[in-house]
């Protein structure tokens, strides 16, 4: 129905930069926000960022200032640029959506993509 599909991590040295990209595809409404969660081993889910359809933007307290997050609105995708990353930044990264699926009126459902490791090196 909805599918979200990331790309784009992978290993870096500290003090680098990644990209993030997340494209969801199906039988889409309207996107709410779309932003990105993150999960390091043996820790809970934590967000980092958010995207809203009218382009503003909210970031966890410890990626201010590293991480932009962009929305590209027709083509229903959101992306990370992260720069100065650090080795606690190591996690597997998650987009997540809250958007209308096309035929469900006006009630917003939850998406989430596969995940994609990022790997920071000292």
Same mark, same amino acid.
């Given at each position: 129905?909805?599918?979200?599909?990331?790309?784009?991590?992978?290993?870096?040295?500290?003090?680098?930069?990644?990209?993030?990209?997340?494209?969801?595809?199906?039988? %889409?409404?309207? %996107?709410?926000?779309?932003?990105?969660?993150?999960?390091?081993?043996?820790?809970?889910?934590?967000?980092?960022?958010?995207?809203?359809?009218?382009?503003?933007? !909210?970031?966890?307290?410890?990626? @201010?200032?590293?991480? !932009?997050?962009?929305?590209?609105?027709? @083509?229903?995708?959101?992306?990370?640029?992260?720069?100065?990353? @650090?080795?606690?930044?190591?996690?597997?990264?998650?987009?997540?959506?809250?958007? %209308?699926?096309?035929?469900?009126?006006?009630?917003?459902?939850?998406?989430?993509?596969?995940?994609?490791?990022?790997?920071?090196?000292?």
């Amino acid at each position: 129905q909805v599918q979200l599909v990331e790309s784009g991590g992978g290993l870096v040295q500290a003090g680098g930069s990644q990209r993030l990209s997340c494209a969801a595809s199906g039988s %889409i409404f309207h %996107i709410n926000v779309m932003d990105w969660y993150r999960q390091a081993p043996g820790k809970q889910r934590e967000w980092v960022a958010a995207a809203f359809t009218d382009g503003s933007s !909210t970031y966890k307290d410890s990626v @201010k200032g590293r991480f !932009t997050i962009s929305r590209d609105n027709a @083509k229903n995708s959101v992306y990370l640029q992260m720069n100065d990353l @650090k080795p606690e930044d190591t996690a597997v990264y998650f987009c997540h959506a809250q958007l %209308i699926v096309l035929g469900d009126g006006s009630r917003s459902r939850d998406f989430w993509g596969q995940g994609t490791q990022v790997t920071v090196s000292s």
